[in-house]
């Protein structure tokens, strides 16, 4: 009778568990849900073994782009297929090429891996979009930047749409984990518009790729933290205590440097220049990047935020970098100093998500950590009589993201409370002038 209890309970739960659908939401990214990378290869022409393609990497998020050390690309063939050649953009390994007599290919790979060249590459192996260091902006920020390119001659593969196999299991690094990328798909031929615009030409053959980003699978941890402040509380709430690491912890010990160290200069230095591991100033959150928000003045009309933003990480200047910040009162932004601004509706028509980003040639670089390691500026708002108030912690922020990555932000119960108000008298004017004439009454009493 138990067996059969516990076969019946089993049968059960299978059967619920089959009425459920699990989706997986890690690369879902609510403020910018149609964010994606999307690569796409057009075949150009045919040659007597293969094909030249050229493939072009569009980065179609919002705020999130690659920065330095750049991109990685990878795939794995679905034949014997070789690189004859590229421009643009290089194999990091050769492979065994032994069998080749004469001409050699730039690469045997089964599985290579493609990066971008470097800005200074000579024009005859540059093409169109390439040569930045894998350096991607971000398609809200700089559109013209977000688009990154390379040209690559296949041997030994197919020289028709019908005996073409399109590559498989593609991987991107930007420059580490995050992104998962899926089949590639085989679409239309993408056309082509001549400078004149009197002629279109199109490619033989088109795929796409589509990765997607999840910050869980990108780091383990936080890499930048909030911290609050306003004019009518004393406190300053810091970023939470060990947001990206414990200095007592000993996996992290030697990772973190004290500003008042004897030259500090030297002693970062010999950390190594070409490692882009955070090495940051000792904090108690151990963040390299803090952004604090400070509730600043308030006027009849208006009030008026400060955001100040910090690098402690010393191996990193931040170009290019940008804020998203989510507040319900961006949609009443009046005036915004020292930093371009651009506002983001992923929920349709609610307005209350911006995205900040610094002014060309002026604070669009972050430096590392020191003296000039901040950027800073003030927002100015107009008050909406049926939402704002300073009470219950309306006046910060709910979410900040700095380059792509949530900031963690403190509790909800440390946040500058607004503090109580005397009582108010509600006084009528009988009651001022019974009380005055008792006042002249004890005065003539007295003469």
């Known amino acids: 009778m138990g067996l059969l209890r516990i076969f019946s309970s089993t049968l059960l739960l299978l059967f619920l568990l089959s009425c459920f659908t699990f989706y997986s939401t890690d690369a879902f990214d609510p403020l910018d849900p149609n964010g994606n990378i999307t690569i796409k290869w057009d075949v150009i022409n045919w040659t007597p073994d293969g094909y030249v393609a050229v493939v072009t990497m569009y980065n179609f998020q919002q705020?999130?782009?690659?920065?330095?050390?750049?991109?990685?690309?990878?795939?794995?063939?679905?034949?014997?297929?070789?690189?004859?050649?590229?421009?643009?953009?290089?194999?990091?390994?050769?492979?065994?090429?032994?069998?080749?007599?004469?001409?050699?290919?730039?690469?045997?790979?089964?599985?290579?891996?493609?990066?971008?060249?470097?800005?200074?590459?000579?024009?005859?192996?540059?093409?169109?979009?390439?040569?930045?260091?894998?350096?991607?902006?971000?398609?809200?920020?700089?559109?013209?930047?977000?688009?990154?390119?390379?040209?690559?001659?296949?041997?030994?593969?197919?020289?028709?749409?019908?005996?073409?196999?399109?590559?498989?299991?593609?991987?991107?690094?930007?420059?580490?984990?995050?992104?998962?990328?899926?089949?590639?798909k085989i679409v239309k031929p993408t056309k082509f518009v001549s400078a004149d615009g009197r002629r279109v030409t199109q490619a033989m053959m088109t795929w796409n790729v589509t990765c997607t980003f999840s910050q869980f699978l990108a780091q383990k941890t936080p890499t930048c933290c909030v911290s609050l402040s306003s004019f009518y509380n004393d406190t300053i709430v810091p970023c939470p205590t060990c947001t990206c690491g414990c200095q007592s912890n000993g996996t992290q010990r030697g990772s973190c440097i004290d500003p008042e160290t004897p030259h500090l200069a030297s002693v970062v230095s010999d950390h190594g220049k070409t490692n882009y591991a955070p090495l940051v100033q000792c904090t108690s959150h151990m963040c390299p990047i803090r952004i604090h928000w400070h509730v600043k003045l308030n006027y009849k009309e208006y009030w008026r935020v400060k955001i100040t933003i910090t690098n402690f990480n010393y191996r990193m200047n931040y170009t290019q970098w940008n804020?998203?910040?989510?507040?319900?009162?961006?949609?009443?932004?009046?005036?915004?100093?020292?930093?371009?601004?651009?506002?983001?509706?992923?929920?349709?028509?609610?307005?209350?998500?911006?995205?900040?980003?610094?002014?060309?040639?002026?604070?669009?670089?972050?430096?590392?950590?020191?003296?000039?390691?901040?950027?800073?500026?003030?927002?100015?708002?107009?008050?909406?009589?049926?939402?704002?108030?300073?009470?219950?912690?309306?006046?910060?922020?709910?979410?900040?993201?700095?380059?792509?990555?949530?900031?963690?932000?403190?509790?909800?119960?440390?946040?500058?409370?607004?503090?109580?108000?005397?009582?108010?008298?509600?006084?009528?004017?009988?009651?001022?002038?019974?009380?005055?004439?008792?006042?002249?009454?004890?005065?003539?009493?007295?003469?």
């Open 323 to 447: 804020l998203v910040v989510q507040h319900p009162n961006f949609d009443n932004l009046t005036t915004l100093f020292s930093f371009n601004y651009k506002s983001l509706n992923p929920y349709g028509s609610i307005n209350d998500t911006a995205m900040l980003w610094g002014v060309k040639f002026y604070n669009d670089l972050l430096m590392q950590a020191g003296p000039s390691g901040n950027v800073q500026s003030e927002l100015l708002f107009r008050k909406d009589a049926s939402t704002f108030t300073f009470e219950k912690g309306w006046a910060f922020p709910h979410r900040i993201y700095f380059n792509g990555d949530n900031c963690v932000m403190p509790p909800p119960d440390a946040y500058p409370y607004l503090p109580n108000a005397g009582p108010q008298w509600e006084v009528s004017l009988i009651k001022l002038v019974v009380t005055l004439m008792s006042s002249m009454a004890v005065v003539l009493v007295y003469i």
């Open 63 to 184: 705020y999130r782009h690659i920065q330095v050390p750049g991109w990685t690309l990878g795939w794995t063939w679905a034949k014997k297929e070789v690189i004859w050649s590229m421009m643009g953009g290089q194999t990091t390994e050769q492979g065994d090429c032994s069998k080749f007599k004469g001409n050699i290919p730039h690469c045997c790979k089964k599985n290579p891996t493609v990066v971008d060249m470097m800005p200074g590459t000579p024009y005859n192996q540059q093409i169109a979009n390439c040569c930045k260091g894998g350096v991607i902006n971000s398609w809200g920020q700089d559109p013209a930047t977000a688009v990154s390119s390379f040209q690559v001659s296949v041997g030994a593969a197919g020289t028709t749409n019908k005996t073409v196999r399109v590559p498989k299991n593609f991987t991107l690094k930007a420059p580490g984990p995050g992104y998962t990328c899926g089949p590639a």
